[in-house]
């Protein structure tokens, strides 16, 4: 059997200090993905790279099931046929 891979997420953090942002409040943005070795050395695929020349490594969290907020309803039957009211 096949072990799973470790995987990693790696962001860039910029300092939130543009006009846009709150200030302190810091913009974390995914630039790649990190895999564990068995040496537990780690290899960083990088789909961009940070301005700011840092990088932040974390382990992979499970991503959470989107629910719906609200029920999904169909359209009246009129509307469906297109008739306007």
């Given amino acids: ?17 543009n006009a846009s942002e709150q200030e302190g409040k810091n913009r974390w943005t995914k630039v790649g993905v990190g895999f564990v070795n068995r040496d537990s050395s780690i290899n960083v695929i990088l789909d961009a790279i940070p301005i700011n020349g840092r990088l932040h490594i974390r ?15 169909s359209r009246p039957a009129a509307y ?3 008739v306007a009211r």
């Fill in 1 to 17: 059997m096949k072990e799973s891979i470790p995987l990693k997420d790696v962001f860039s953090i910029n300092d939130g200090l």
């Fill in 59 to 73: 382990d992979r969290q499970a991503k959470k099931e989107s629910v719906p907020t609200r029920p999904v309803t």
């Fill in 80 to 82: 469906a046929e297109g």
